[in-house]
């Protein structure tokens, strides 16, 4: 099988990635100043917008999906979910990743011993089981906890809602195996054979990655970029587009 592929603009190679539930139309409020800079990949993830879903919830499947629709090299932009497959798509296959940009993106998702600065193993549970008997309604669900307590937080969710029916909607199974992989994707200890340059981008009222992660961040990068937008959710590029942008940018060598 093969993802649903959208290029447009000229330059340097950029992969984007969405993040669960989502799909490529996600991406709207960056693509025009991005391809004026860039040649864009915009990848739909396995079982999301127009992509059949994997055989299985196998990281490794997901990210040669993504490396086999991708460009020889390239600098790599992820969001949440998509933004594990990039960084797991650094780890795997160095000479293909130049560098990565990370938004709303944390190397575990759920809480473990000595790992507090994630979302409760009960939290994804609860989705899981919800998921199967309402996928519509859990999607929702997941989609309002991006924005809450956020700035624009109504407008966000708007937006958010109207960028998803753009796409056609992710499958039962696809959601089922993306959630499965936030919940055992672990890519702590690969942070330190990480060989490109990598910046992270949170919002600072992010209530699925919380703002604890960027200290935990230094102990396993210690040069890393990591950037806090004020005020911003889980999805900063929507609710703060245009400072996004220009910190993606910059941290994409395009200014």
Known sequence: MSLYTQRLGYGPDLVLLHGWGMNA???????????????????????????????????????????????????????????????????SAPGRVTGLSLVGT???????????????????????????????????????????????ARETLKQLRAELAQRPTASELGLSQGLELLLRNDLREGLRELACPSHWLFGSRDTLVPSALQGRLRDYLPDAD??????????????????????????????
């Open 25 to 91: 139309a996600v991406w709207e409020p960056l693509t025009p100043g991005l391809a004026e800079r860039f040649r864009l990949t915009i990848l739909e993830l396995p079982g999301h917008g127009g992509s059949a879903p994997a055989a299985t919830a196998d990281l490794s499947e997901w990210v040669g999906l993504c490396l086999a629709a991708a460009p020889a090299s390239a600098h790599w932009l992820g969001w949440s979910l998509g933004g594990q497959i990039a960084l797991a798509a650094a780890l």
């Open 106 to 152: 944390t190397p575990r998702f759920v809480q473990d011993e000595g790992w507090s600065c994630a979302m409760p193993i009960e939290t994804f549970e609860q989705f899981a089981a919800a998921l199967h008997g309402d996928p519509g309604a859990t999607l929702s669900r997941f989609l309002s906890l991006q924005v809450r307590g956020a700035e624009h």
């Open 226 to 255: 990591i950037e806090e937008i004020g005020g911003a959710g889980h999805a900063p590029f929507l609710s703060h587009p245009y400072q996004s942008l220009e910190t993606l940018m910059r941290t994409t060598g395009a200014i």
